[in-house]
């Protein structure tokens, strides 16, 4: 499979993944993650992007010519290298695979108390050099660092405790 993510407007991400499934693209999304809120004394999930403005290309074939994709309102670029052909390697990939593996959705992730380290149970932001910076216990969710597109992130995950 061949792996491509493309920059596009914020606000247009979702729809153009829509539009690129429906031109017959393996998979395509802009990937989001579940947070959690309180409200009213309850606490909620609630979906967001996680990488504002990513969209995750999936193919069977090899995209030889992105010509076709510049004309679509709102695409910026392609995020990768050129003498890679603009396909992710390394990390990204790992991580997109991952992301496709979830079907473009991070749920609640399991965090684990070994000692005075914790840890999230999930692999996704492992090979992203993912580390928590903080945790919210009351809202049950963690604020998490990681790496992509050689771009320093920040979001914040639902999780799940666990104690060991």
């Not at 009213?40 to 090899?62: I, K, N, S």
Request: glycine share 6%.
């Amino acid at each position: 499979m061949f792996v491509y993510c493309l920059f596009c407007r914020t606000q247009r991400a979702r729809r153009i993944a829509e539009l690129l499934e429906s031109c017959g693209m393996h998979r395509a999304f802009s990937p989001r993650v579940v947070c959690r809120h309180r409200v009213q004394g309850q606490l909620v999930d609630r979906p967001y992007d996680l990488l504002p403005g990513y969209v995750f290309l999936f193919t069977e074939e090899e995209i030889t010519d992105f010509s076709f994709l510049r004309r679509m309102e709102g695409v910026g670029r392609q995020v990768g290298r050129r003498e890679d052909r603009y396909e992710l390697t390394g990390a990204d990939r790992t991580f997109a695979m991952q992301l496709y593996e979830a079907d473009g959705l991070v749920g609640a992730m399991p965090l684990v108390h070994e000692g005075e380290e914790v840890r999230l149970l999930n692999p996704l932001f492992q090979n992203s050099h993912g580390v928590i910076t903080e945790i919210d216990y009351r809202k049950q969710r963690a604020r998490v660092e990681f790496t992509f597109d050689d771009e320093r992130w920040i979001t914040w995950v639902a999780v799940d405790e666990l104690r060991l």
